[in-house]
């Protein structure tokens, strides 16, 4: 999976495999710490984050909520790897959320007429060819929107991950084909916004990180935010294993400049940037084109980088193998909210936050805080019993044997069939997961990571499958030869 590809717009999330265990564990759950009242003041905002932190057990959190031209709370909650207090301008990865700002930057350029929003992407991008003769249709507006016929299951997203450049990412398009027509269908693919910004470095003459900063960071006092590393060093992520968070290097990928999901920025500065979204504060483009941007397309609820709910509000999550992150704004009331994490597990307790932040913003009730405790429990607990399950079946394997002795193969190999299925479904464990995630592509490093307890307690139940028939047959031929 892209290291950035669990984004989840609104309703597209792609922390598929977390719904499997959350099977498991949904008759264990809880109530957790008390609600605060439901009234975004900011100490209600503080308490809540407080209780969210807290029950989460994330190492690092951080929120930004605003209101009109003021940001109401900015904060940090817990410490980053290396062992400083997070704070309001503690640098985070930021994602998918980073979809927003590169349809800023498009959308820049177009007021100014150096892009062309319904004209080919072909004939404004030198280099940008693809095995598929519908490709010359796709149109900028249908790369913001995500209805260019993009889709993971004809390109090869896992290639495009050893890019070196814009550049070079957009190039090796080349043998890579469309799901279907240009503007007919909407699929969430990150191409789609790495070519944007590889346009964006065309038509303004400069690198995607340069323009970033000039023109948007700046104006809008965004001092902690990039689009590498190299400008802005974030800490290292965490996975949760087990209920111990693990401080790891992101995956490798085309994180660096990638207009899909490079930015690293703070709660503080995520507050500057609400606030422009609502069309206040420093305007980086015309409130017309503030409004295009938020505009759905013709065929799915998503606008230039913006899921648009049904309610009026947008929103776009982010998710990376060790980072966490989302943004909602209601244009209607004026109100945004920012919630990024230094740690990836099995649910996503920023997009739970903003939820809860976004009902107190509404007068209602923000609900419980909570986190993936519970699950982790019970991974933990399904992994101890596939360990105990394989030594149970290795220790009993000569009386299976003994009992199974001379019978046809047929029979003695449709009594190995249960002991196999959990190496069965290890084996197909991305695939299916792919299946189920709206036809992303999921690979095995990528299951490593945020997945990591559900990865270990398939992979233990299935070398226990696997110890428990391999002794069964080692047995069944010694007692055969016995015989």
């Known amino acids: 999976m892209h290291p950035n590809a669990p984004n989840r717009p609104g309703a597209v999330r792609l ?13 264990l759950a809880v109530p957790a710490a008390a609600a605060p009242a439901a009234e975004l003041t900011p100490e209600a905002i503080d308490a809540y984050m407080t209780a969210t932190y807290e029950a989460s057990g994330v190492p690092g959190l951080s929120v930004a909520v605003t209101h009109g031209d ?5 904060a940090g909650y817990g410490r980053d790897s290396n062992g400083d207090e997070v704070t309001e301008d503690t640098p985070m990865r930021v994602a998918s959320v980073s979809k927003s700002f590169t349809a800023m930057a498009v959308m820049i350029l177009a007021e100014e007429g150096r892009i062309a929003l319904d004209e080919p992407v072909v004939d404004q991008l030198p280099g940008f060819d693809m095995a598929d003769e519908r490709a010359r249709e796709i149109t900028v507006r249908q790369l913001v929107n995500q209805t260019s016929g993009f889709s993971d299951t004809t390109i090869d997203v896992v290639e495009l991950e050893s890019a070196t450049s814009l550049e070079d990412y957009v190039a090796r398009l080349a043998d890579d084909s469309l799901a279907s027509d240009p503007g007919t269908d909407w699929e969430y693919c990150n191409p789609n916004f790495n070519v944007a910004a590889r346009l964006v470095e065309v ?89 295009e941007m938020h505009t759905p397309s013709e065929v799915q609820d998503y606008g230039m980088g913006w899921s648009v709910e049904p309610d009026g509000t947008l929103v776009h999550s982010g998710n990376l193998m060790t980072y966490n992150a989302v943004e909602w704004i209601d244009p209607e009331t004026g109100y945004g909210i920012a919630v990024l994490t230094s740690g990836a597990g099995m649910t996503d307790v920023t997009y739970t936050a903003m939820e809860g932040l976004a009902a107190m913003a509404d007068g209602g009730d923000p609900g419980e805080p909570s986190g993936d405790r519970l699950i982790q429990f019970a991974l933990a607990a399904l992994s101890v019993a596939a360990i105990a399950l394989g030594v149970t079946g290795m220790v ?46 999921v690979t095995w490093p990528s299951v490593w990571y945020f997945a990591l307890p559900l990865t270990l307690m398939l992979a233990l139940a299935a070398l226990a499958g696997l110890a428990t028939t391999t002794a069964r047959l080692l047995r069944l031929r010694s007692v055969g030869s016995a015989e």
């Open 15 to 27: 922390i598929a495999a977390a719904a499997l265990a959350a099977a498991a564990a949904a008759a």
């Open 396 to 441: 009993r394997s000569r009386r299976w044997a003994v009992k199974r002795a001379g019978r046809p193969a047929w029979r003695i190999g449709l009594r190995l069939v249960p002991a196999l299925i959990p190496v069965a479904l290890f084996a197909s464990y991305p695939a299916l997961v792919s299946l189920i995630s709206n036809g992303r592509t």
């Open 70 to 74: 003021q940001v109401i709370h900015a």
């Open 203 to 291: 038509a303004a003459g400069q690198p995607f990180e340069e323009f970033m900063e000039e023109r948007v960071f700046a104006p809008l006092g965004m001092e902690h935010s990039a689009t590498s590393d190299e400008r802005v060093q974030p800490g290292l992520g965490y996975n949760n294993l087990f209920g111990l968070w693990l401080p790891r290097e992101e995956a490798p990928g085309f994180l660096d400049d990638s207009g899909s999901g490079g930015i690293i920025t703070s709660a503080a500065d995520m507050g500057r940037w609400l606030i422009t979204q609502n069309g206040q504060g420093t305007p980086l483009v015309s409130e017309a084109g503030l409004a």
